[in-house]
């Protein structure tokens, strides 16, 4: 009866598991690939992604890029296609534009339920359509309706984002792929199993944290496409960066991928090296000026619609300065979930075990690891002993990747806002790739919980949440810091290190011509770490011939004179504009009245709307204003998979689906049936001997 019991739930359990794993329209479709989808979510076929060209034109420190991504359709339906692809966080997008045979559509900008209304409608119609809006502040959805069978499609967009300076070196960022979002509370495996452990050979002590008070994310689907299998690769991808920094360039690396490099009087121009490219890592260049021609500050200005906007660039001097070390407490917290599997959590480990080593003998210190839920090392913070230390590595050498990324009781246990002592200054460094879909109530309990901590996030593998990691560090006044590869660890951390051991400049002010700038941003202006330059954009009533910054150093006030040279440069009201969105973004963080969410909202309409550019509440939209699909076709549904990104490992272990759960229950079952019966044979058998 117990063999026919469990034969019977291992069948039951396999025909569940095989069901969730259907490739329906966010699971298991083969990398870069549209998939033919019904309204009832029945899969029909697929479409394969034919290219992406990208070609970014850098002018001084503004990125201007253009991505061209040509699709075809080979079935005999008309389709709808929607694909979610990343930005880097601070691009503000502005153009949209659809090539469809000899036609070409404009998009334009629209408040963001008006932009759905146009497109439903336009789709309805038959008429060819497309929709731009944000996800999130680095990711984005586009979706194309009625691409006839048999036809070709391009969707060109344009973004804007200002590059970054750190280390003495400029760097551009790329974004091919994306790591799945974990969504809590969401039904997705792991996230709703308490796999709380007792593992005291591994020196573990303390309990779980309690589950994720966060309901399910309701754009969970828009920002979780499918991801493709490892290995494939049938989305192609080119880029050409064409690089007028303004000053003779020394340095010019392409980070992660082979390519080639043309040194012009004007210009630099790189391109990937000849043949195919998986889009699975981040595209990275960095560059530096000539030694003998290292600038200090930049100006940009423009005129723009009546208004003059300015974008200051000033770099701090990188002299090694004198210090007495402070006493520091500092809490290491490592993301040990699912997604961080394979090159991930070797890099992350290896980065962990690198700030060990760099504890002095006056700090103290304590690890937190969480996945589905938190441990720490200690109950509380422990000196920097070498006995300390020794099993502080043990123990991470000894940590694996598995579970949920339940990241919100890792945050409040390490953001302590009253365990600070004077005298002492206490550290958070975060270690994770970000792969939440939660974010804002994560900023809200970093708000809540800082006190006077600060926070400084490690992006960990090819393709992290650079937007939840960055606006982390700066709710936590700390400073985000990216490793992408094992290789990159000793640098990346010695980075970090120059950093948090060192002075920091606080309140912060710019005053041009003795005067205050009128709407800046960021306001107020965050700390200032060693090696980290300050980036302003704001309005202007005229361009400044000086700036002077005043701020406080160990508890001093110091100022200091720069002169600038103004340079006139085109984009910069996109840079400041993109710069407000993100303030007003800011202070809708744990923001719950009604009027004045409102308020922040229609704020972001109108910028968005004045300045052509897509917001979390405006989108891009384009109609081609003749019809092309009958009423009596039916109009079918295609969605986009990412390739998995690169040293990335997705099984059982990680940041399991039901179906996942399913199936390898099913399969236990009735191997224990198997088992039964061969026994129940065996036991017949001898009886029947004696």
Not at 114 to 122: S, V
Not at 443 to 466: E, K
Not at 634 to 649: E, F, I
């Amino acid at each position: 009866m117990t063999r026919q019991l469990l034969h019977t739930l291992g069948l039951f359990f396999l025909m569940i598991g095989q069901a969730q794993a259907l490739p329906t329209e966010w699971q298991e479709v083969e990398s870069g690939t549209l998939v033919l989808q019904s309204d009832s979510g029945e899969v029909l076929g697929a479409a394969p992604l034919l290219s992406t060209e990208v070609e970014l034109i850098v002018t001084g420190v503004i990125a201007r890029a253009h991505v061209s991504q040509s699709f075809s359709n080979p079935s005999q339906d008309w389709v709808e296609a929607v694909y979610v692809f990343p930005l880097p966080e601070n691009a503000a997008v502005d153009h949209l534009r659809l090539r469809i045979g000899d036609r070409i559509i404009e998009g334009q900008i629209k408040e963001k339920q008006q932009a759905r209304k146009i497109y439903a409608e336009a789709k309805a119609k038959g008429q060819r359509t497309g929709l731009v809006e944000q996800q999130r502040p680095n990711l984005f959805t586009t979706s194309v309706a009625n691409i006839p069978p048999g036809e070709s499609i391009v969707v060109e967009l344009e973004y804007q984002h200002t590059v970054e300076r750190e280390a003495g070196e400029y760097r551009l960022r790329f974004p091919m792929t994306l790591t799945p979002r974990y969504i809590p509370n969401a039904g997705n495996g792991a996230s709703q199993m308490d796999i709380g452990r007792a593992d005291a050979g591994r020196g573990e002590i303390g309990q779980p944290e309690s589950k994720s008070i966060f309901t399910a994310i309701a754009d969970a689907v828009a920002i979780s496409p499918p991801i493709g299998r490892q290995g494939v690769n049938n989305h192609p991808i080119d880029i050409t960066v064409r690089l007028k920094a303004g000053f003779p360039v020394g340095l010019v690396e392409s980070v992660d991928h082979p390519a080639t490099i043309e040194r012009g009087d004007e210009e630099v121009v790189v391109r990937l090296a000849k043949g195919d490219h998986m889009a699975n890592a981040d595209f990275r260049l960095r560059w530096a000026p000539a030694r003998s021609e290292q600038a200090q500050a930049a100006f940009y200005t423009e005129t723009w619609q009546g208004e003059l906007y300015g974008l200051l660039m000033l770099v701090p001097p990188t002299t090694e300065v004198d210090i007495k070390p402070v006493p520091r407490d500092v809490v290491y917290v490592l993301d040990t979930s699912g997604s961080m599997g394979g090159e991930s959590i070797r890099q992350a480990k290896s980065a962990l075990i690198m700030a060990l080593e760099r504890l002095g003998p006056k700090d103290r210190f304590n690890v937190i690891e969480f996945n589905s839920g938190t441990w720490s090392l200690w109950p509380d913070i422990q000196a920097a002993s070498p006995g300390n230390i020794a099993m502080a590595r043990s123990y991470v050498h000894s940590l694996e990747a598995r579970g949920g990324t339940e990241m919100l009781g890792a945050m409040q246990r390490a953001l302590c806002p009253d365990c600070t002592p004077e005298g002492r200054v206490r550290q958070v460094i975060f270690l994770t790739d970000g792969a939440v879909g939660n974010e804002r109530g994560l900023f809200a309990a970093i708000q809540q919980r800082l006190g006077r901590t600060r926070l400084f996030t490690v992006g960990i593998g090819s393709a992290p949440n650079s937007h939840f990691m960055r606006k982390a560090a700066q709710f936590g006044r700390g400073s985000y810091t990216y490793i992408a590869s094992t290789s990159e660890v000793a640098r990346a951390m010695s980075e970090l290190f120059a950093k948090i051991e060192r002075p920091v400049m606080t309140d912060i002010q710019l005053q041009l011509d003795g005067k205050v700038a009128r709407e800046q941003f960021p306001s107020p202006i965050a700390d200032l770490y060693y090696g980290e330059p300050l980036i302003a954009t704001m309005k202007l009533n005229g361009p400044p011939s000086e700036v002077m910054v005043v701020g406080t150093i160990d508890g001093q006030v110091v100022k200091a004179q720069v002169p600038v040279e103004v340079s006139p440069r085109s984009g910069v009201h996109v840079a400041w504009a993109r710069s407000k969105v993100e303030s007003l973004q800011d202070r809708m963080v744990g923001r719950a009245e009604p009027d004045a969410v409102a308020s922040l909202r229609q704020a972001l309409i109108d910028i968005g709307l004045f300045h052509h550019m897509v917001t979390p509440h405006t989108s891009l939209v384009a109609v081609d204003v003749t019809p092309v699909r009958a009423a009596d076709e039916m109009l079918q549904k295609k969605r986009l998979a990412n390739n998995p990104p690169k040293g990335t490992r997705f099984g059982l272990a990680q940041t399991a689906s039901p179906a996942s759960l399913s199936l390898t229950l099913g399969l236990v079952l009735l191997c224990v049936a198997f088992i039964l019966f061969r026994s129940k044979g065996h036991e017949r058998r001898s009886y029947g001997a004696a």
